[in-house]
T-cell receptor
């Protein structure tokens, strides 16, 4: 009965590879987000989708491409991984933009 | 843009009361959230203030002054499990644009 789930939980890969992280929410929310939390624990928004449409796209390299096949899913694909991409990536969801967000458990990405 | 300031670390004793302050500057304002994040875990929602004043929820209370761009989170009867980072997050004018502060790491000691 997990509200927001992410896979994988851990991802270790080499520089230059392409990888994807998947996110699913079963709360019926219409808005989903991707955040990056770096080693200094700074949680920063990357993207937000409302009803499958992109509404926030912060300054993120275009190697990062979100995809929302439906309202319950928001996947993150990363091309040509770099060392600086190592971080914990959190998916979150909310009903609209004015309500609190439920966070997934996070995906710890390590690029070697 | 948005600017959020909160103390980096605080230490308090079990059973005591602690107040974590947050000052912010946002482009418009649609409320302020507080989240708790235990080490290695996801942030979890604690409170939401959109009007001035104090919102109480059990041992936790949150205060907002919109004119001063100021909020605080008050934790009473501290327990060891309250050791975590507390993130202040104002919601800007466009909604959806939740910006998190760097968080205050609270350590509760016996």
């Amino acid at each position: 009965d997990t509200a927001v789930s992410q896979t994988p939980k851990y991802l270790v890969t080499q520089m230059g590879n392409d990888k994807s992280i998947k996110c699913e929410q079963n709360l019926g929310h219409d808005t989903m987000y991707w955040y990056k939390q770096d080693s200094k624990k700074f949680l920063k928004i990357m993207f937000s989708y409302n009803n499958k449409e992109l509404i926030i796209n912060e300054t993120v390299p275009n190697r990062f491409s979100p995809k929302s096949p439906d309202k319950a899913h928001l996947n993150l694909h990363i091309n040509s991984l770099e060392l600086g991409d190592s971080a914990v990536y959190f998916c979150a969801s909310s009903q609209g933009g004015l309500f609190w967000q439920y966070f997934g458990p996070g995906t710890r990405l390590t690029v070697t | 843009g948005q600017n959020i300031d909160q103390p980096t670390e605080m230490t308090a004793t079990e059973g005591a009361i602690v107040q974590i302050n947050c000052t912010y500057q946002t482009s418009g304002f649609n409320g302020l959230f507080w989240y708790q994040q235990h080490a290695g875990e996801a942030p979890t929602f604690l409170s939401y203030n959109v009007l001035d004043g104090l919102e109480e929820k059990g041992r936790f209370s949150s205060f907002l002054s919109r004119s001063k761009g100021y909020s605080y989170l008050l934790l009473k009867e501290l327990q060891m499990k309250d050791s975590a980072s507390y993130l202040c997050a104002p919601l800007g004018a466009g909604s959806y644009q939740l910006t998190f502060g760097k968080g205050t790491k609270l350590s509760v000691i016996p």
